[in-house]
């Protein structure tokens, strides 16, 4: 297999992007893995760190509304392709699978001028143009929400890390505790809003953590990146209020958690719903709403809480959360809940979909009798 996946720019691009590609080393561990990213974003930190070539291309953001600049877009397009075809060209691609992004157009447009098989997966619930003009040119859609209408789509889940797809949340748990510093005979609430941390989440917490400790509920809260400073200490009384700038093992903070607060990107809510962990929703406001859009389906499954960016407030947290917290029958439903509606198979059933492309099995030529 001689793929070229095409996820750059963010980690929600790139993250399903790797997970496939770790899917497809599984299978055969001789695999061509490619990926197309660009010099902005996360591409050159993520990709290179998991172990695969990054073959950079040409910038070219889409536009999301319809304005003049859509009309600039064949012509500032037309090299970023043909540095797509020259990629596709240097390493014999026989598919290539785009993850939507300003990443994916050109590499779109330069399959289709190869003849090469596409696959398209779209992770949210609406998706955006390079998806869009994408799932024209195949018939091998996949989506990662079962509320995408996609034509043509196929709903596969999102392709998950092993480490998460593979989580045993029990039997991780006292590990995560004694990591955390946290103590096994409390309920955890996890609050994380990205790699930057979101404001309203961390205004939210840090108002009502106090009186959350003192309920005896301990916090581990992921406050971002760009919000973190050394001397940022809240001396709260109580339970455990344990304040990190950024989570590296998600597997092990979400076998710490009893609940979850944060926002409604489609990763998160497929990693949550995976592992089976109840969460409060608070989508960001911005866009064209789709973090509300990724979290409803989990949340009407029963596994999940919504509430708007507006309405998240300390009094708002005491008032719903704490209860939740306090009630441990309640967060077992809604974990089941969360479990029943979630897929861990994402990355292998989207293997499946690029070995179909590919006009292969889905195994490695051994077991084909070659």
Known sequence: MHAVLAGGGSAGHIEPALALAD?????????????????????????????????????????????????????????????????????????????????????YFAARRRGVPIVVHEANVRPGLANRVG???TDWIATGSPD????????????????????????????????F??????????????????????????????ALATAGVQILHAVGRGNWRDQDVFPVSGAAYVRVPYLDRMDLAYAAADLVLCRGGMMTCSELAAVGLPAVYVPLPIGNGEQRLNAQPVVRAGGGILIEDEGLTPAWLLEHVLPLLADPGRLAEMGAAAAAFGRRDGDEALADLVYEAAGRTGQPAEAQGA
Do not use: H, W
Request: net charge positive; with cysteine; glycine share 10%.
């Open 135 to 137: 799932s024209r040119m």
């Open 181 to 210: 510093g946290l103590a096994p005979d409390r309920r955890t609430l996890l609050v994380y809003g990205g790699s930057q941390g979101a404001r309203r989440l961390n205004e939210a917490i840090e108002g009502a953590c106090g």
């Open 23 to 107: 899917a497809l080393r599984r299978r055969d561990p001789r695999s061509s893995i490619t990926c197309l990213g660009t010099a902005k974003g996360l591409d050159t930190k993520l990709i290179p760190e998991r172990g695969y070539p990054l073959e950079l291309i040409p910038a070219v953001p889409m536009p999301r509304k319809p304005t003049m600049d859509v009309f600039t877009v064949p012509s500032r397009l037309a090299g970023t392709v043909r540095r797509a075809a020259e990629v596709l060209d240097k390493v014999d691609a026989q598919v290539v699978v785009g993850f939507g992004g300003y990443v994916s157009l050109p590499a």
């Open 148 to 179: 995408c209408r996609l034509a043509g789509g196929r709903y596969l889940g999102m392709p998950l890390r092993q480490m998460i797809a593979k989580l045993d949340r029990p039997a991780l748990r006292d590990e995560a505790l004694r990591t």
